[in-house]
Nanobody, 128 residues
Framework: QVQLVESGGGSVQAGGSLRLSCVAS????????MGWFRQAPGKGREGVAA?????????YYVDSVKGRFTISRDNAKNTVYLQMNSLKSEDTAMYYC????????????????????WGQGTQVTVSS
């Protein structure tokens, strides 16, 4: 059974930083796309960043977070991170970790239909 467990959300002031973590289990974490998505109240789900757990260092970022957010992985710990710096009020959302546990897709991207497993989400609130 695939499980994705997020942590690290919270409330910060604008300009602050947070690091989200996602621990994956229940599938062969070797050649998979792992992504972070977010959903703000009244808005659709948006792909924020994605990374491949196999060879290579290609990463995806939505334009609005480029230069501020960094996605990384620790394959020994089956964990993906999202370092969020220079946070803005518009970053306020529920953040979800997602996995293509079947290993179907490459390159990874921000399209939700590439991911078949989702975590429960962690709330990020940025006050201005």
């Amino acid at each position: 059974q695939v499980q994705l467990v997020e942590s690290g959300g919270g409330s910060v002031q604008a300009g602050g930083s947070l690091r989200l973590s996602c621990v994956a289990s229940g599938f062969t974490y070797r050649s998979n796309c792992m992504g972070w998505f977010r959903q703000a109240p009244g808005k659709g789900r948006e792909g924020v960043a994605a990374i491949y757990t196999g060879a290579g260092d290609k990463r995806y970022y939505v334009d609005s977070v480029k230069g501020r957010f960094t996605i990384s992985r620790d394959n020994a710990k089956n964990t993906v991170y999202l370092q969020m710096n220079s946070l803005k009020s518009e970053d306020t959302a529920m953040y979800y970790c997602a996995a293509d546990s079947r290993g179907f897709w490459y390159p990874c991207g921000g399209e939700a239909n590439k991911y078949n497993s989702w975590g429960q989400g962690t709330q990020v609130t940025v006050s201005s």
